[in-house]
C-alpha cells in the first residue's frame, strides 16, 4: 500500500504563488505515475496534471498550461505543484495520487479511477 500526504495549502491573493508538496511512503517502488487532481464546491474531481514517475513525462489540464509545474524528488519520494498566476478559478481542495499499474487508453493517465491511493487534500482559496 501507498501512503500519500500534501500539505502547502493556504490562502493567497490572486496573481499570487503556492507550492504544494505530497509525500509518499509505503510500497513506492510500484509507483508508476502520480498526479494532481482538485474538486470545487458543487464540482466533479478534474484533473490538474501529472508525472511519470521515473521518466518525468509530464501533462497538464488546459486550465492550468503554463501556470503550474509539476516536479517530483525522487530521493525523497515527494512531489510538488509549483502554482503561480493564481485566480479565484484556482480555489479547490487538491489532492495528489498514485498510480501503481500501466494504464492504456486515450486519457486513462489523466482519469480519476485510473489512480490506486489518494491522500487526503489540502485546501487552496485565492481571493479575487
Known amino acids: 500500500q501507498v501512503q500519500l500526504v500534501e500539505s502547502g495549502g493556504g490562502f493567497v491573493q490572486a496573481g499570487g504563488s503556492l507550492r504544494l508538496s505530497c509525500a509518499a511512503s509505503?510500497?513506492?517502488?510500484?509507483?508508476?505515475?502520480m498526479g494532481w487532481f482538485r474538486q470545487a464546491p458543487g464540482k466533479e474531481r478534474e484533473f490538474v496534471a501529472r508525472?511519470?514517475?521515473?521518466?518525468?513525462?509530464?501533462r497538464y489540464a488546459d486550465s492550468v498550461k503554463g501556470r503550474f509545474t509539476i516536479s517530483r524528488d525522487s530521493s525523497k519520494n515527494t512531489m510538488y505543484l509549483q502554482m503561480n498566476s493564481l485566480n479565484a478559478e484556482d480555489t479547490a481542495v487538491y489532492s495528489c495520487?498514485?498510480?501503481?499499474?500501466?494504464?492504456?487508453?486515450?486519457?486513462?493517465?489523466?482519469?480519476?479511477?485510473?489512480?490506486?491511493?489518494w491522500g487526503q487534500g489540502t485546501q487552496v482559496t485565492v481571493s479575487s
Open positions: 509505503g510500497r513506492t517502488f510500484s509507483t508508476y505515475n
Open positions: 495520487a498514485a498510480l501503481t499499474n500501466y494504464c492504456s487508453g486515450y486519457g486513462c493517465y489523466e482519469a480519476v479511477g485510473s489512480y490506486d491511493y
Open positions: 508525472i511519470h514517475w521515473t521518466g518525468g513525462t509530464t
